[in-house]
């Protein structure tokens, strides 16, 4: 079975720059999340989806950062413009329903210079 | 505020021995914990959940332990296995947001032959 996929794997940019991660939940799967991992604050939720509805972004940091939905195949994580804080491993995850076990893809790795 | 503490950051123990990995809360209102294990360069995997009505779960060789009173989940992993080398993270969230999980710094554990 094919598990959430995430693209790219890594990216590197330049500061200033547009940054577009892209996210595939498992099929079926009604509830998308975006984490991001640092050293300092550890693995934090951004923002998560139910049906392609954004319920809950209080985790997102700045107005920098946006994230849709647009179908139950597809969300993406936009960072406008980047910043060299904003480098990190960021994770999407999926689950089938409330209270149901998240299932991770395996992470964008994004450098800012 | 971390809100959910995994105070040991290492762990090392003889492959055929017990693990015990510990995890403590301080928001009385987390009903429903996660564990999850994480290998270098790929998401976190899910490994066993529970509820707050019981105070046990057992999957396998791996067993959480609750105690609602001390605010405190342990995961026992018996017997430890080299492929067990990872990151573990313990997990939690509440009641209506369950979505928002809250997640601790982790704990590496090294089984040695």
């Known amino acids: 079975d094919a598990g959430v996929i995430q693209s790219p794997r890594h990216e590197v940019t330049e500061m200033g720059q547009e940054v577009t991660l892209r996210c595939k939940p498992i099929?079926?799967?009604?509830?998308l999340f975006w984490y991001r991992q640092t050293m300092m604050r550890g693995l934090e939720l951004l923002i998560y989806f139910n049906n392609n509805v954004p319920i809950d972004d209080s985790g997102m940091p700045e107005d920098r950062f946006s994230a849709k939905m647009p179908n139950a195949s597809f969300s993406t994580l936009k960072i406008q413009p980047s910043e060299p804080r904003d480098s990190a491993v960021y994770f999407c995850?999926?689950?089938?329903?409330?209270?149901?076990?998240?299932?991770f893809g395996d992470g964008t790795r994004l450098s800012i210079l | 505020d971390q809100q959910v503490k995994q105070n040991s950051p290492s762990l090392s123990v003889q492959e055929g021995r017990i693990s015990i990995l510990n995890c403590d809360y301080t928001?009385?209102?987390?009903?429903?914990f996660l564990w999850y294990k994480k290998y270098p360069a790929e998401g976190p995997t899910f490994l066993i959940s529970?509820?707050?009505?019981?105070d046990k779960n057992e999957d396998g060789r791996f067993t959480v332990f609750l105690n609602k009173s001390a605010k405190h989940l342990s995961l026992h992993i018996v017997p430890s296995q080299p492929g067990d080398s990872a990151v573990y993270f313990c997990?939690?969230?509440?009641?209506?947001?369950?979505?928002?999980?809250?997640f601790g710094a982790g704990t590496q554990v090294v089984v040695t032959p």
């Open positions: 529970i509820s707050s009505i019981k």
């Open positions: 997990a939690a969230s509440a009641t209506g947001s369950w979505g928002k999980l809250q």
């Open positions: 928001n009385s209102m987390f009903d429903y």
């Open positions: 995850a999926s689950s089938w329903a409330g209270g149901e076990p998240q299932h």
């Open positions: 099929s079926g799967h009604d509830y």
